[in-house]
């Protein structure tokens, strides 16, 4: 009688089709319990191994979509970083102009120019020798108190956009270290800052730039050193009895002292002309012009821009003079008017 453990068993009996013998081969029912146990095991294993193998390739992907998202926000940070350093060089660029036409002028403040303001409104209104005012001598001064809000509301800009300035540069510094959106978000605001204000200090460098023109303009200093012989107005004639009205003053000095402009401008005649001799006439802008007669000679010619005190001439006695001197006219709008009021510096 056969035991228990021979009964548990497999045959595999191999039936060929022609008359030959026929095969079997028995096999042990733990043998197979050992197959079926590694056949399990086998497949778990390539299920493991092909989990694993899409849970890498997953996470390469998201490492590629990653590099490639930083590689565009890089880009984003780059371009933001030049932008706004190109932004703030330009409102640098902005303060360095402004600095530089309010040392031109000499003017340190803002209160400065609206006392000078003043002065100009007082000119006006007074004049001197019964003069009659002109409204249109200084366009761009009666708004100088309006300007001048601006230019301190355009300085009050400037700080808060410096301080500001520096948030960006930090953080810039801090967007090379992260990929936040929030960051690039608070640098594009930023940037939008700038934008927004550079326009306003670039209006404010405009009528600055207006006001200089003007003050560069206007006649301020005198033209000749000397001694005044004759004042504007009324007087009697040197040639002989009775009065006439003398456009201009008269500074006496030494036969072929220097003359100067006083004030910016072109020169848009330079010749003889009858009983003024040799003249000199500067066209400043701003409805401004200078005469410089009775000269012994010219420096300029006609068609040059001249600068304030520049030589432009020599002082003579050409023409119809009793003497050697300067006879100097200021006309504004075409009328001639007391050059005393321009003449504040010498």
């Known amino acids: 009688m056969s035991s228990p453990k021979t009964k548990r068993c497999?045959?595999?009996?191999i039936v060929p089709h022609s008359e030959e013998a026929t095969y079997s081969l028995r096999i042990p029912l733990y043998v197979v319990q050992a197959l079926v146990i590694l056949l399990v095991l086998g497949v778990a294993g390539f299920g493991v191994l092909g989990y694993a193998y899409l849970m890498a390739a997953a996470e390469a992907q998201e490492a590629q979509d990653l590099r490639e998202r930083n590689r565009v926000q890089q880009e984003e940070i780059d371009s933001l970083a030049v932008e706004t350093e190109r932004v703030i060089e330009q409102m640098n660029e902005i303060d360095e102009l402004i600095d530089s036409v309010t040392e031109q002028i000499g003017v340190e403040d803002l209160e400065e120019i609206e006392s000078i303001n003043g002065e100009d409104e007082d000119e006006d209104e007074d004049g001197e020798n019964g003069e009659t005012s002109n409204n249109q001598s200084a366009?761009?001064?009666s708004n100088s108190v309006s300007l001048s809000n601006r230019m301190?509301?355009?300085?009050s800009s400037s700080a808060y956009l410096l301080e500001k300035s520096g948030h960006i540069e930090h953080e810039l510094s801090y967007m090379s270290r992260s990929s936040s959106n929030g960051v690039l978000d608070r640098a594009s605001e930023n940037i939008a800052l700038l934008k927004e204000v550079a326009p306003d200090r670039s209006a404010a460098l405009g009528e600055v730039g207006s006001y200089v023109d003007y003050i560069r303009a206007k006649p301020e200093i005198w033209p000749a050193r000397g001694r005044i012989t004759s004042g504007f107005g009324t007087r009697e004639t040197p040639y002989g009895n009775g009065y006439q009205f003398h456009?201009?003053?008269d500074i006496a000095g030494s036969h072929g002292s220097t003359v100067w402009a006083s004030a910016d401008g072109e020169v848009i005649y330079s010749g003889y002309r009858g009983s003024l001799?040799?003249?000199l006439i500067v066209d400043h802008g701003n409805g401004y012009e200078t005469y410089y007669a009775h000269l012994d000679g010219f420096a300029v010619q006609t068609g040059e821009e001249v600068e304030r005190g520049q030589t432009i001439g020599y002082m003579g006695r050409t023409g119809r003079a009793t003497g050697t001197h300067l006879h100097y006219e200021v006309h504004h709008d075409g009328s001639p008017v007391n050059p005393m009021r321009y003449m504040k510096k010498q």
């Open 247 to 249: 456009t201009g003053v």
């Open 277 to 279: 001799g040799n003249l």
């Open 139 to 141: 366009p761009n001064l």
């Open 10 to 13: 497999f045959t595999i009996m």
């Open 152 to 155: 301190y509301s355009s300085n």
